[in-house]
């Protein structure tokens, strides 16, 4: 919480919720009181955000005619062992604080997105990946912004960096991977 409240400069407005409304009825509890806004911006509780990130995005956003972008961070997908993998053969939007790379879609944690291109709420299922398949039924315009690295923890409850959490799995799991972070 201490590390909430010292983003004070940046952030107009904290709410904690007493319940836990699962990641997609946190999200459309969001969206529904942010309707008049014209920029919003997420970040999940296991995400580290560097000072300075929100400004940074919200320029390369007003700056690029997206609908929303993620910052860049480690990915370690099945396709994808590099960042250079994923941006490979992607557009590239350039911006006066970085380059965007256009995307099918993002993640849902350290994105800046236009209020408005948000028509819907999430899915109700309570699916942790709510905004991957909300963003299959309704495209939007995106991409991965290199001005600013966010990271991710492991979701596992040992609060490890998510590249160092993956290579523990791969090498546990037998497989071996060449990670160049």
Do not use: C
Not at 86 to 111: C, Q, R, Y
Request: glycine share 8%; no cysteine; hydrophobic share 40%.
């Amino acid at each position: 919480m201490d590390y909430l409240l010292g983003m004070t400069q940046e952030v107009t407005t904290i709410h904690f919720e007493k319940d836990n409304l699962g990641v997609t009825g946190a999200m459309n509890w969001f969206l529904d009181r942010t309707k008049k806004d014209k920029y919003i911006a997420k970040v999940d509780n296991d995400t580290i955000v560097p000072e300075g990130w929100l400004t940074k995005m919200q320029t390369a956003l007003q700056e690029s005619k997206l609908d929303g972008i993620q910052a860049q961070h480690h990915f370690l997908i099945r396709r994808f062992n590099t960042w250079e993998d994923l941006i490979a053969g992607t557009e590239k939007i350039e911006t006066t604080v970085g380059n965007i790379f256009k995307f099918a879609h993002i993640g849902g944690s350290g994105i800046v997105l236009r209020r408005n291109a948000v028509i819907a709420h999430m899915p109700e299922e309570k699916l942790l990946f709510g905004w991957g398949v909300y963003q299959q039924k309704y495209p939007l315009s995106v991409g991965f912004f290199d001005g600013v690295f966010i990271e991710l923890l492991d979701r596992s409850d040992y609060n490890i960096t998510a590249p160092t959490a993956d290579i523990d799995y791969l090498a546990a799991t037998g497989r071996k991977i060449e990670v160049n972070l």
